[in-house]
Nanobody
Framework: QVQLVESGGGLVQAGGSLRLACAAS????????IGWFRQAPGKQREFVAVISRLSGATTFYADSVKGRFTISRENAKNTVYLQMNRLELEDTAVYYCAADPDGSWLSDSDYRYWGQGTQVTVSS
């Protein structure tokens, strides 16, 4: 079992920055691929970013956030971060971290473990 807890969400003006954190427990953290997803009101949950297990040498981003968001991991703290810069109104959503995909990194249905989510609201 893996438990995930997100933090760092909040209200920010367009153009601003936030850093989300995903703290994990229950299994060797470094062995887990970790992804971030988001769900805006009335929309389906969508992929945001993913980082590979161990050193996190491989990362992948949705086109909508590429160049603005950075995913990273700190295994000593069992934490994955999502640094979000140049935030846009369209980034408003509940952000979820997820772990241990059994298949595609991009498909939310393939992830076995989920956090409860953290709200990010971008205002004009």
């Amino acid at each position: 079992q893996v438990q995930l807890v997100e933090s760092g969400g909040g209200l920010v003006q367009a153009g601003g920055s936030l850093r989300l954190a995903c703290a994990a427990s229950g299994r060797t953290f470094s062995s887990l691929d970790i992804g971030w997803f988001r769900q805006a009101p009335g929309k389906q949950r969508e992929f945001v970013a993913v980082i590979s297990r161990l050193s996190g040498a491989t990362t992948f981003y949705a086109d909508s956030v590429k160049g603005r968001f950075t995913i990273s991991r700190e295994n000593a703290k069992n934490t994955v971060y999502l640094q979000m810069n140049r935030l846009e109104l369209e980034d408003t959503a509940v952000y979820y971290c997820a772990a241990d995909p059994d298949g595609s990194w991009l498909s939310d249905s393939d992830y076995r473990y989920w956090g409860q989510g953290t709200q990010v609201t971008v205002s004009s």
